[in-house]
């Protein structure tokens, strides 16, 4: 999707105050300074939450967000 194509845009270095949780049920940052994210992990599924104004769902910063949870677990 054009979505996924544009969340790869998005490098990791793109997001700071990165938090998860002991659990790494869910994963909250900042994109760009600008959008606050939240991913949160359960049975398998992703739910995505993105302050942005993007009318898309989900949007590029919350599917990065969820990529960059699943690549660095740490």
Same mark, same amino acid.
């Given at each position: 999707?054009?979505? =996924? +194509?544009?969340? !790869?845009?998005?490098?990791?270095? @793109?997001? /700071?105050?990165?938090? !998860?949780?002991? /659990? *790494?049920? %869910?994963?909250? *940052?900042?994109?760009? !300074?600008?959008? @606050?994210? !939240? =991913? &949160?992990? $359960?049975?398998?599924?992703?739910?995505?939450?993105? /302050?942005?104004?993007?009318?898309? %769902?989900?949007?590029?910063?919350?599917?990065?967000? +969820?990529?960059? $949870? =699943?690549? &660095?677990?740490?």
């Amino acid at each position: 999707s054009k979505a =996924v +194509a544009a969340a !790869r845009e998005i490098p990791a270095r @793109d997001f /700071d105050r990165l938090r !998860r949780s002991p /659990d *790494g049920a %869910w994963l909250h *940052g900042r994109c760009r !300074r600008e959008y @606050d994210v !939240r =991913v &949160r992990m $359960s049975a398998g599924t992703a739910s995505l939450a993105c /302050d942005c104004p993007s009318m898309k %769902w989900p949007c590029k910063h919350g599917i990065a967000l +969820a990529v960059l $949870s =699943v690549s &660095r677990p740490e």
